[in-house]
C-alpha cells in the first residue's frame, strides 16, 4: 500500500503560480507512476498530469500544457506540480494518484490504485 499526502494549495490571484508537492510514504516509487488529478464544484474529476518515475516521461492535458510543470524528486519520493499563469477556471481541489506502471509511459486514463487526500487551489482577485 502507497499512502499520499498533497500540500502546497491555498489562494492566488490570476497570474499567479503555486507549487503542490505529492509526498509518498513508500521507499522507492521507481515502478510507479504519479498522476495529478482535479475537480472542481459541480464538475467530474479531471486528469491534469502524470510522469512515469522511472523514465521521466511526462504528460499534460492540453487545459494545462505549457502552464503547468510536473518533476519528481526520487530521493524525496516527492513530486512537484509547478503551476504558473493560473486562471480562475484552474481552480478546484486538486488530488495525486499512483499506480505501478512499470517502464511505460503513464496516461490519464490509467486505473490509479492510491489516492492522496487533496489540496484546495483556489484562484481568484
Known amino acids: 500500500q502507497v499512502q499520499l499526502v498533497e500540500s502546497g494549495g491555498g489562494l492566488v490571484q490570476p497570474g499567479g503560480s503555486l507549487r503542490l508537492s505529492c509526498a509518498a510514504s513508500?521507499?522507492?516509487?521507481?515502478?510507479?507512476?504519479i498522476g495529478w488529478f482535479r475537480q472542481a464544484p459541480g464538475k467530474e474529476r479531471e486528469g491534469v498530469s502524470c510522469?512515469?518515475?522511472?523514465?521521466?516521461?511526462?504528460y499534460y492535458a492540453g487545459s494545462v500544457r505549457g502552464r503547468f510543470t510536473i518533476s519528481r524528486d526520487n530521493a524525496k519520493n516527492t513530486v512537484y506540480l509547478q503551476m504558473n499563469s493560473l486562471k480562475p477556471e484552474d481552480t478546484a481541489v486538486y488530488y495525486c494518484?499512483?499506480?505501478?506502471?512499470?517502464?511505460?509511459?503513464?496516461?490519464?486514463?490509467?486505473?490509479?490504485?492510491?489516492w492522496g487526500q487533496g489540496t484546495q487551489v483556489t484562484v481568484s482577485s
Open positions: 494518484a499512483t499506480l505501478r506502471v512499470g517502464w511505460r509511459s503513464c496516461t490519464l486514463r490509467d486505473e490509479y490504485t492510491y
Open positions: 513508500r521507499s522507492t516509487l521507481e515502478n510507479y507512476a
Open positions: 510522469i512515469t518515475i522511472g523514465t521521466g516521461s511526462t
